[in-house]
Nanobody
Framework: HLQLVESGGGPVQPGGSLRLSCAASGDTLDDYAIAWFRQVPGKKREGVSCVVIRDGSLYYSDSVKGRFIISEDNAKNTVDLQMNNLKLEDTAVYYC??????????????????WGQGTQVTVAS
């Protein structure tokens, strides 16, 4: 049974960088698509980035394209999210999520049935 644990969140100034990591256990990631979502209280969970592990397809929302980079480390069984040039509006709880259907749908968080506990990212000067 796959389990996901996020790490790497914290405070950062605008323009700074953070690297989030999603560590998987209980199964290998080969047959999954792994996505990063974020949520601000009172708002809908927003898809940020996704990778289909089997074929390496990468997806980004328009709000982070060019600033965030998703990558997977097969040996470590992790999926990282490198976040650069962070903005105030990037402040949120970030979650990694998995679906065994090997597809990325950033517009619909309900596609993903396995979730980590989340890690807080706070961008403030």
């Amino acid at each position: 049974h796959l389990q996901l644990v996020e790490s790497g969140g914290g405070p950062v100034q605008p323009g700074g960088s953070l690297r989030l990591s999603c560590a998987a256990s209980g199964d290998t990631l080969d047959d999954y698509a792994i996505a990063w979502f974020r949520q601000v209280p009172g708002k809908k969970r927003e898809g940020v980035s996704c990778v289909v592990i089997r074929d390496g397809s990468l997806y980004y929302s328009d709000s982070v394209k060019g600033r965030f980079i998703i990558s997977e480390d097969n040996a470590k069984n992790t999926v990282d999210l490198q976040m650069n040039n962070l903005k105030l509006e990037d402040t949120a709880v970030y979650y990694c999520a998995a679906t065994p259907y090997r597809l990325c749908v950033l517009q619909d968080y309900q596609v993903y049935d396995l979730w980590g506990q989340g890690t807080q990212v706070t961008v403030a000067s």
